[in-house]
């Protein structure tokens, strides 16, 4: 039987483009100060994102082909290349992966739902709380996607149960934004939340930033759940929900009666996850604990025989082998455009002027320029590989707190609010059909603007409180 390849035209534009920015950086002028291999770094970069939003081929593909042009270009050799993998991040995400494997083959979501219907008992703004919150706190140690996608499936049913119609229930516009929203803020709250925190953590210390667990949740913590609760008392602003029928709350309640006990897989699940939250925080104290080797001892026990949470055939199908070589290749394509002095020559160009403002002009311009452009890319990977590197250099030359100015993108790497289709989170909401592009720029402008604002005056003073 005869195989057949369709391309896209999204996947065909990605081509283009990416080969275009390639060819484009490798005729221009070399620019005073800078190098050939600097400027090619930054087509390369730019190609990886380009490549990376249109999909263009599959992610492992594509990060494959593009560490094998580091060498081609001249910017590092292969084995420069690959010792800048980032291999404690690639452990991290894998660790973590069996987590989020684990969690969905429980009954727990479930029983949170069931749990914040009869609290709110059926008020369209407590519910909308509700699941913002809770998504939000089990983001912080679990993927985004998958707390959503997890959600997603029991905040659907209920929405169908209640006879909340796609595109005319203000209910369902509201959670079904509430919750890729929410979930993705929630990777901010501790370094567990998304690999990006990881990247970031190591970036840090490439600074000579040491920041522990304990220190980065005592600034993710009171700070993303400010962004959760401004987002959550938003929301009934502008699309004004109605509320959840009674009938709505039995069908879930009906679920929740079939239950019966927790299961011995259940309890377990429970009891790992306590106890790498305990071995994370301890971590802030004993060094052998870090985030790493925490989320990978925990992987383990789930494997350990008696406990058999995993199995590696399950492994193997259900972890995301797109993020791990992200991961890996964002590090290295970060490392290519800092050895080659393209970054440092990039923010003396485009952020020279920036000392001369009033700091705290200079802090809420920034913030909001990465906020916006946060929107056009896709991955918290991405994010902060481009912006850290470009935020620290600024720091140097304005005398900002280094470790405040790179929590900007570390922040705004996960909590996407304005731009739907290059963000995956939202795909998984959107397809129901309860809301727009033009609802979620409705709803998310204020909100990125407020919190623009607040991250740009409260780190500079979190962090020295914090010893930084």
Same mark, same amino acid.
């Given at each position: 039987?005869?195989?057949?390849?369709?391309?896209?035209? &999204?996947?065909?534009?990605? @081509?283009?483009?990416? %080969?275009? /920015?390639?060819?484009?950086?490798?005729?221009?002028?070399?620019?005073?100060?800078?190098?050939?291999?600097?400027?090619?770094?930054?087509?390369?970069?730019?190609?990886?994102?380009?490549?990376?939003?249109?999909?263009?081929?599959?992610?492992?593909?594509?990060?494959?082909?593009? %560490?094998?042009?580091?060498?081609?270009?001249?910017?590092?050799?292969?084995?420069?290349?690959?010792?800048?993998?980032?291999?404690?991040?690639?452990?991290?995400?894998?660790?973590?992966?069996?987590?989020?494997?684990?969690?969905?083959?429980?009954? #727990?979501?479930?029983?949170?739902?069931?749990?914040?219907?009869?609290?709110?008992?059926?008020?369209?703004?407590?519910?909308?709380?509700?699941?913002?919150?809770?998504?939000?706190?089990?983001?912080? %140690?679990?993927?985004?996607?998958?707390?959503?996608?997890?959600?997603?499936?029991?905040?659907?049913?209920?929405? &169908?149960?209640?006879?909340?119609?796609?595109?005319?229930?203000?209910?369902?516009?509201?959670?079904?934004?509430?919750?890729?929203?929410?979930? !993705?803020?929630?990777?901010?709250?501790?370094?567990?939340?998304?690999?990006?925190?990881?990247?970031?953590?190591?970036?840090?210390?490439?600074?000579? @930033?040491?920041?522990?667990?304990?220190?980065?949740?005592?600034?993710?913590?009171?700070?993303?759940?400010?962004? @959760?609760?401004?987002?959550?008392?938003?929301?009934? $602003?502008?699309?004004?929900?109605?509320?959840?029928?009674?009938?709505? &709350?039995?069908?879930?309640?009906?679920?929740?009666?079939?239950?019966?006990?927790?299961? /011995?897989?259940? &309890?377990?699940?429970?009891?790992?996850?306590?106890?790498?939250?305990?071995?994370?925080?301890?971590?802030?104290?004993?060094?052998?604990?870090?985030?790493?080797?925490?989320?990978?001892?925990?992987?383990? $026990? =789930?494997?350990?025989?008696?406990?058999?949470?995993?199995?590696?055939?399950?492994?193997?199908?259900?972890?995301?082998?797109?993020?791990?070589? %992200? =991961?890996?290749?964002?590090?290295?394509? $970060?490392?290519?455009?800092?050895?080659? !002095?393209?970054?440092?020559?990039?923010?003396?160009?485009?952020?020279?002027?920036?000392?001369?403002?009033?700091?705290?002009?200079?802090?809420?311009?920034?913030? #909001?320029?990465?906020?916006?452009?946060?929107?056009?890319?896709?991955?918290?990977?991405?994010?902060?590989?481009?912006?850290?590197?470009?935020?620290?250099?600024?720091?140097?030359?304005?005398?900002?707190?280094?470790?405040?100015?790179?929590?900007?993108?570390?922040?705004?790497?996960?909590?996407?609010?304005?731009?739907?289709?290059?963000?995956?989170?939202?795909?998984?909401?959107?397809?129901?059909?309860?809301?727009?592009?033009?609802?979620?720029?409705?709803?998310?402008?204020?909100?990125?603007? $407020?919190?623009?604002?607040?991250?740009?005056?409260?780190?500079?003073?979190?962090?020295?409180?914090?010893?930084?």
């Amino acid at each position: 039987m005869k195989s057949k390849t369709f391309w896209s035209q &999204k996947s065909v534009l990605g @081509i283009v483009l990416s %080969i275009a /920015a390639m060819l484009l950086f490798g005729i221009l002028g070399v620019p005073e100060g800078l190098t050939r291999e600097g400027l090619l770094s930054v087509g390369l970069f730019l190609s990886a994102i380009i490549l990376w939003v249109t999909e263009a081929f599959p992610i492992c593909v594509s990060a494959i082909g593009l %560490i094998a042009l580091m060498p081609l270009f001249n910017i590092m050799s292969y084995n420069d290349a690959m010792s800048r993998f980032g291999v404690g991040t690639v452990l991290f995400i894998m660790a973590t992966g069996g987590i989020t494997i684990t969690l969905t083959r429980t009954t #727990i979501p479930l029983r949170i739902t069931a749990g914040i219907l009869r609290i709110t008992k059926g008020s369209a703004r407590l519910i909308i709380l509700g699941f913002s919150l809770v998504g939000a706190l089990l983001s912080g %140690i679990m993927s985004s996607l998958a707390t959503c996608a997890l959600f997603f499936g029991i905040v659907n049913t209920m929405l &169908k149960t209640a006879d909340c119609k796609p595109g005319q229930s203000q209910l369902g516009k509201a959670l079904m934004i509430a919750l890729p929203v929410c979930c !993705g803020i929630g990777g901010f709250l501790t370094p567990a939340g998304t690999p990006g925190n990881i990247l970031m953590m190591e970036l840090m210390e490439g600074y000579g @930033i040491h920041m522990t667990f304990a220190q980065w949740t005592a600034i993710g913590m009171p700070i993303g759940l400010l962004a @959760i609760l401004v987002v959550a008392l938003w929301l009934p $602003v502008v699309f004004k929900p109605e509320g959840v029928s009674a009938q709505s &709350k039995d069908a879930i309640f009906q679920q929740y009666a079939k239950l019966g006990k927790w299961t /011995a897989y259940e &309890k377990k699940t429970v009891a790992i996850i306590l106890g790498m939250l305990v071995c994370w925080f301890a971590g802030s104290w004993i060094p052998f604990l870090n985030t790493t080797t925490v989320a990978v001892l925990g992987m383990v $026990v =789930m494997f350990l025989p008696g406990v058999d949470l995993m199995d590696w055939k399950t492994f193997q199908q259900e972890s995301d082998w797109n993020l791990v070589f %992200i =991961m890996g290749t964002a590090s290295i394509l $970060v490392s290519g455009v800092s050895q080659t !002095g393209a970054m440092e020559w990039l923010v003396t160009r485009i952020f020279a002027d920036l000392g001369s403002l009033p700091p705290a002009l200079m802090w809420v311009l920034i913030s #909001i320029l990465v906020c916006v452009l946060r929107a056009f890319i896709p991955t918290t990977t991405a994010v902060i590989a481009l912006f850290a590197p470009m935020l620290y250099s600024i720091a140097s030359m304005t005398g900002a707190n280094p470790g405040a100015m790179l929590m900007i993108p570390a922040f705004w790497a996960p909590a996407a609010m304005l731009m739907l289709y290059t963000e995956p989170i939202f795909l998984i909401t959107f397809g129901e059909g309860y809301y727009t592009e033009g609802d979620l720029l409705k709803f998310g402008w204020l909100p990125s603007l $407020v919190m623009a604002v607040v991250i740009a005056l409260a780190f500079p003073v979190l962090l020295p409180a914090l010893g930084f």
